[in-house]
């Protein structure tokens, strides 16, 4: 009887014929030990010693030669080797077959191992044959050496006008410069200098060559200074590192050589840009021979005053504390020129008293980057600059004077007479700075090429009609069909590789070449997720060593000790690369860099203006980069209208101050406050915010005194306003700590809002390149999350879905063309959350769902909204619904003006089986910004509901207004972060149909 077969798993064949060098045999070994873990058991840990390899950079060496022999073996991907040897096999076969379609059977991962086997020894045998003195060094020229890379950053480094030539040449370049107007080259600018109407004393002169090497001025210096010494006020609107802070900084030290007494205050957005602009004038004031011996005696002459400011000031004598005058005292009695912001200023005047030297002796005052003054921060820092005035006046000063810088915007002249209540304001915008040759390119990422890329489906036909609904029906391949028409556009966009793949592999060559660069991306997320990616990529060709600590990211979040370090790392040239979120737009300077890198177009010109000046700040040669996205509707209008971009329209900037009587009667309470208002300059300072006593219903109002004919500020505010609110209009919110459990150290501080978002149970938050996963989160009143390093390449987003509720109605209306029956109060916005995605960093496509399996992670938030019920809006939209819900709701932003708050939530539609039944336009929830959103819905409402129609009608005119599909830059775009989605999935032709059934149109 013959024996039964017996059955084995799979293993090596029989060695071949020839015998196998003992050089090969750890390749050999190697293969079957992977072969049997990947293909039968799925399980196990080998040792990399077992092997007779050194370390886990051999094994990766071994696994890239194995892969070699037969290149089918997917699995022998090296880092999937490694992470096989090192103990995450089963990991990685799980995360494998999780993601595909039907995990493998035994049988099949029997017979694939079978075949890799056999494959590998035939490879190996035809190795062996045809190199038989040395196959392995024969099969190490094979490998693409990770020390080309190295052995190119050694070679000669190209100029920059020679890498952008080379870029073409790059075997990875795929015609990503479309068109040839994508590519402009603006020529060399040289200097020209112009004399002062006042020459400068021999002392100023000194200080400015010696701190700045500065020997003539240039023209726009000049003429701004000449301006201010006639006593007039200005506003500076040149390129960026054009020398602008010695426009203000020259007048500041004249008048203290004139007058020691004379004070200034300097007003900067930012603390890092205050920092930096005061080390500039403190440089300066050094090497003044006069002014210099003041700068030492008095440590106040020059000094900061913020929130960071320290309230009290005490030392020890003798074992006994004794109260000396605090920080805050001193800088009050004795700074000469003061750093601040307006939100101090804002808290301070009531106290005025205490400044009554300051207000007295103020000769200067300078607003840097007038630009970021808009919509209501402009109308609360507009209102703060009144109350100086007026505080002045009080004190006996009329003849304060303001100077201001600004990004190039289109009305510089009405911003400035608008925000200081000034007339007459001089503009200075003729550049006499010299300026290298500039390049500016549009980089589109080419289409992806492959077998393995489905064809996208072709655009629906026909609407599933009800029965009863045939009225309805309608053939969707109309030319006027919305439905059709975005269909055809998505169905219509080719799949082109992912943006931050294209920014990698420049920012690769620039690194080789050694030109230092800064990519400017859009959120926190994708700015580590971009520096992750460097990372990832140094390690494959390993030149870790080489460019790890030359490139860091920047962002908020960070702490001051942080940032500082990356600034002073980037201003030093320690680093030649800087990833970086619109934290880095304002002029902090970071010193001299070549190239300016966009990932994706940042949704207003002035940002974009202000990111291409950030390269050649030195008078070199410089280019700034815009990588599209292929699926942003804005970035791909601009490739195919480079014109558009290069040539750009100037934002204007508005501050309306109308529409913010809430903001404006705030600010007239606190005036009150500070010293009671007389009826005159009550009306003044009304007309001065273009309105009147009778046009003016904001609640509370002053209170009158008629016997003396002067206002007080209402009861409700007690004795100090300005406690009452904020003029960046945030909440007091907690922050969480992100604690490290390995070093029991601070990684990071979150605001709720964020903390909202991104900390939970499993999820994955990056710092600095390096991805933590949180283990446990503590709230109320904690605010704690406990973290630890990990090496997962995943990212984690929130699965949540949101639903909106009415909760209380506080006011309905009819639109009268309709009679459509509008609502005002609060709605209850519930988030419900199940668990997460895992998601992929680069692409931003979701890998799996993990369910956390807590059905009562459950948040609720009350907020208030304007909203319509039982919406009649035509079947045919349904399959766009969302689309064309968005495209209106950006058309009422728009329609709002700059009067719209930025903590709006920007979708607002309800439905049911994806056919709209209720419109809701909500405050965004869980947010901080709550004041803004309130004020807007508040403005959507208008008296009484009448404001609802005039709005509406101007949405509609503004989607009627182009003859775009999917909203255009010119038409819907309103930005992040009113828009979370960046201004995508939009129908403007839907947006329409949408407004016109609220109004009652026909469609």
Request: hydrophobic share 40%; with cysteine; glycine share 6%.
């Amino acid at each position: 009887m013959m024996a039964k077969k017996r059955r084995t798993d799979a293993g090596p064949p029989a060695p071949p014929s020839s015998p196998i060098p003992s050089e090969l045999a750890p390749i050999t070994q190697l293969f079957h030990t992977c072969n049997a873990l990947f293909g039968i058991a799925g399980t196990g840990r080998v040792p990399v010693s077992s092997l007779g390899l050194a370390n886990k950079d051999e094994a990766t060496r071994h696994a890239q030669l194995v892969s070699l022999l037969v290149p089918s073996l997917v699995e022998f991907d090296a880092a999937a080797v490694v992470l096989a040897l090192i103990g995450g096999t089963a990991e990685t076969r799980a995360r494998k077959e999780r993601t595909a379609k039907k995990p493998p059977s035994f049988a099949q991962r029997e017979k694939a191992a079978k075949e890799r086997a056999r494959e590998f020894t035939l490879a190996l045998q035809r190795l062996v044959e045809e190199h038989p003195v040395n196959p392995l060094a024969a099969l190490n020229a094979r490998l693409p050496q990770p020390t080309t890379f190295v052995a190119q950053v050694k070679a000669e480094i190209l100029s920059l006008d020679a890498f952008l030539a080379s870029l073409k040449a790059q075997s990875w370049y795929k015609n990503q410069i479309e068109r040839e107007d994508a590519w402009r080259i603006t020529p060399q600018r040289h200097a020209q200098y112009a004399a002062l109407s006042s020459p400068l004393s021999a002392n100023l002169k000194t200080a400015l060559l010696d701190a700045h090497t500065v020997v003539k001025l240039y023209s726009h210096q000049a003429t701004a200074i000449n301006a201010l010494e006639k006593g007039e006020n200005v506003i500076v609107s040149t390129s960026t590192a054009s020398g602008k802070s010695l426009i203000y900084q020259i007048p500041v030290v004249r008048n203290l050589e004139h007058d020691l007494e004379s004070r200034a205050i300097f007003i900067f957005p930012t603390k890092a840009l205050a920092q930096d602009q005061k080390r500039s004038f403190e440089d300066l004031l050094a090497s003044h021979p006069s002014l210099s011996p003041h700068l030492y005696e008095n440590q106040h002459f020059i000094a900061t005053y913020d929130g960071d400011t320290p309230f009290t000031s005490s030392t020890a004598n003798s074992g006994r504390r004794i109260s000396t005058p605090s920080v805050r005292d001193q800088i009050r009695d004795s700074s000469r020129v003061i750093f601040t912001n307006f939100d101090t200023l804002h808290k301070a005047f009531l106290w005025h008293k205490y400044w009554s030297v300051l207000f007295t002796n103020l000769k200067l005052v300078v607003v840097d980057e007038l630009h970021y003054y808009s919509d209501r921060l402009g109308t609360h820092c507009a209102m703060v600059m009144r109350r100086l005035k007026r505080l002045c006046t009080l004190y006996g000063n009329t003849q304060v004077q303001f100077v201001s810088c600004s990004a190039t915007i289109a009305n510089p002249i009405q911003h400035m007479e608008r925000f200081f209540d000034v007339q007459n304001a001089v503009l200075v915008d003729q550049d006499g700075s010299p300026m290298g040759k500039k390049h500016q390119i549009i980089w589109n990422p080419p289409v992806v090429i492959s077998a393995d890329v489905k064809p996208k489906k072709e655009p629906k036909t026909e609407i599933k009609i009800e029965e009863g609904e045939e009225d309805y029906k309608r053939e969707l391949d109309d030319d006027d069909n919305p439905v059709s028409l975005i269909d055809k556009r998505i169905s219509a966009l080719p799949e082109r590789v992912y943006p931050i793949r294209e920014a990698v592999m420049l920012c690769l060559e620039l690194l080789r070449n050694e030109i230092r660069f800064i990519c400017f991306v859009k959120s926190r997320n994708n700015c580590e997720s971009l520096l992750k990616e460097f990372y990832n990529q140094f390690d494959k060709l390993n030149v870790g060593s080489l460019f790890r600590d030359k490139v860091m990211s920047y962002r908020g979040g960070y702490s001051k000790e942080e940032r500082r370090d990356i600034e002073k790392r980037m201003f030093d040239g320690t680093l030649l690369g800087i990833v970086a979120t619109s934290a880095l737009e304002l002029g902090v300077d970071i010193g001299s860099l070549d190239v300016v890198l966009h990932l994706g177009f940042p949704l207003t010109m002035a940002s974009y203006r202000q990111q291409v000046g950030r390269a050649g700040r030195r008078k070199n040669d410089s280019a700034s980069i815009l990588i599209a996205h292929g699926y942003s509707s804005i970035d791909q209008y601009y490739v195919q209208n480079p014109v558009d971009l290069f040539n750009g329209f100037p934002d204007i900037i508005h501050i309306p101050f109308s529409t913010h009587q809430d903001i404006i009667n705030l600010h007239l309470q606190c005036a009150a406050a500070e010293q009671p208002l007389s009826r005159e300059i009550y009306t003044n300072l009304l007309l001065s915010v273009d309105l009147t006593e009778s046009s003016f219903t904001a609640e509370p109002p002053l209170l009158c005194d008629p016997h003396h004919n002067i206002y007080h500020p209402a009861r409700t505010f007690e004795n100090n306003p300005a406690k009452s609110f904020q003029i960046r209009e945030s909440e007091d919110t907690p922050s969480y700590r992100i604690i490290d459990l390995e070093t029991s150290t601070e990684v990071e501080m979150l605001d709720s809002t964020r903390a909202f978002k991104h900390l939970y149970d499993g999820a994955i938050f990056q710092h600095r390149g390096q991805p933590y996963q949180i283990l446990t989160v503590f709230h109320e009143p904690y605010y704690i999350a406990r973290a630890r390093k990990t090496t997962a390449t995943y990212l984690t987003k929130k699965a949540e879905y949101r639903y909106v509720d009415p909760y209380a109605t506080t006011a309905r209306a009819c639109i009268a063309t309709s009679q459509t029956l509008v609502q005002t109060g609060l709605v209850k916005v519930t988030s419900v959350s199940t668990g997460y995605f895992l998601m992929d960093p680069v692409t931003g496509s979701k890998i799996e769902k993990v369910e956390t399996g807590n059905a009562t992670d459950r948040v609720e938030c009350v907020v208030r909204a304007v909203w319509w019920d039982d919406v009649c809006v035509p079947v045919e939209l349904e399959a766009v619904a969302a689309e064309s819900v968005h495209a209106a709701v950006h058309a009422v932003y728009l329609a709002l003006g700059e009067g719209c708050g930025s903590e709006m939530h920007c979708f607002g539609a309800v439905g049911e089986d994806t056919v709209v039944k209720r419109v809701i336009l909500h405050v965004a929830a869980f947010s901080s910004g709550k004041v803004r959103g309130e004020a807007t819905v508040k403005k959507v409402w208008g008296n009484g509901g009448e404001g609802v129609q005039v709005v509406l009608e101007k949405a509609l005119k503004i989607l009627e207004g182009c003859d775009c599909v999917g909203g255009c830059r010119r038409c819907l775009a309103v930005g992040y972060p009113i828009c979370k989605a960046y201004d995508e999935r939009l129908d403007r032709c839907g947006g329409v149909v949408v407004v016109k059934s609220l109004l009652g149109y026909t469609y």
